[in-house]
């Protein structure tokens, strides 16, 4: 899928498949992974991994931050900013 609501569909069905306290309780959007326990550091690049090849873009190690990957919804917002999706969802 390539459209924004693609995006965060792709990335929900990784967390889901991966990280197996996901499946324990309701995953929203908004909901702080690292903060939950849903995903832990090592998650975190894993999650790096999957958005590079899933998305072809390249994630450095400056925007490993809590506005990128604090939920869901950052994920989806930052690989739309860095793949050039957010433009295309504009027009």
């Known amino acids: 899928m390539s459209d924004v609501t693609g995006v965060e569909a792709d990335i929900r069905v ?38 590079e090849q899933t998305f072809n873009i390249k994630i450095d190690d400056d925007e490993l931050t809590p506005d990128n990957f604090g939920s869901i919804t950052c994920m989806s917002s930052f690989v739309q900013k860095k793949s050039g999706l957010s433009k295309v969802a504009a027009s």
């Open 14 to 51: 990784f967390i889901l498949k991966k990280f197996p306290a996901s499946r324990k309780r309701t995953v929203s959007a908004d909901l702080p992974l690292l903060e939950s326990g849903i995903i832990d550091s090592l998650g975190v690049l894993d999650l790096v991994g999957f958005l």
